[in-house]
């Protein structure tokens, strides 16, 4: 959506509060009938937000505000495709009014040469100020800007729906997110809709998903926000089911997968391997391209000191394994990460 001369990319939007503007993903209409935690929270989170703008003024400041988290709140700023230097490259929000000041490089023209020589998909004259995957509140900008162009950001879309590893949670940074990683690598688009804790694949979340219309293929990954809870295996195989079956009906690809490699008890051992054997099934009943999550990150050691998200290097092992799959399936040929 469109707001002060801003794209605000993967935002369907702002809720105007005392702290500023925060950053829906799903409208709040479509929360209501979702479950609590991600009406209350993880829809507010800012996972693969980006401000996107070209720069009218010499410079452009941002201000943003972060609620306070454990991690840090530090938010990437690119030019196009390309990672701003030193100057402008990373910047911490904090907890008040923090100011982001941003220009273009002087290198403009060679920045332009690079995105032209290696078919980058972004123009390097649209900034993109990546938001970490905190609650994040814009509170406005001071210099001028224009939305971005036509034809500065590739027409390809890729929608990643999932839990808090899809969110990004232990990638260290969003650019280091599966999500962003398979987008970069495929040089297209990417919309992060990952719910931390919440993904819970209503039939209400399958349906608002379908009916946007800005996305070309998705991954599903689906299963582990479920483990601790007192749901019937019937219940959530019929759950995934009608969750699986919009996604068939409305045609675009789909790519399926379940609950990646983790390192919890045998109990959650046992919960997940069942869980797996329900995914497969019901992907392979509607014709959808599966792969299990252990196969996509198999590494035990990949996975961080909280026994269930993977690191920074299992982020990349499950972008490259599943770039393959994507790949393979899209466009008949295998790829890999560079």
Known sequence: MQFDEIEFHNVAELEQTEQGYKLRRIPRSVAANLNEGLQIRSSNFASGVELRFRIKDEEVKIHLRAEERKEAQTALIYFGSIQGGWQYSTK??????????????????????????????????????????????????????EPPHPGDMPEECYLAYGSSITHGSLALAPAYAYSFLIAEKMKVDYLNQGYAGTAHMEAEMAEYLVGRKDW????????????????????????????????????????????????????????????????????ECLGLPYTPGNELLNRVEHVSADFTHPTGEGHREIAENWCRKLYYFLYNRESSMP
Request: proline share 5%; with cysteine; charged share 30%.
């Open 92 to 145: 911490n929000i904090g907890t008040e009014d923090t100011v982001i000041t941003i220009k273009y490089p002087d290198n403009m023209e060679c920045l332009e040469e690079i995105t032209d020589k290696a078919a980058l998909p972004f123009s390097p004259y649209m900034v993109r100020v990546v938001l970490p995957y905190g609650i994040i509140s814009y509170l406005g900008r001071e210099g001028k800007t």
């Open 216 to 283: 070309s293929f998705a991954t599903l990954e689906m299963g582990v926000n479920m483990l601790d809870t007192e749901l019937a295996n019937e219940e959530y195989e019929e759950r995934i089911h009608k969750f699986l079956e919009v996604f068939k009906e409305d045609g675009r690809p789909v790519f399926v997968t379940d609950i990646f490699t983790h390192n919890g008890g045998k109990p959650k051992q046992d919960r997940t391997t069942v869980f797996r054997s329900i995914v497969k099934r019901q992907a």
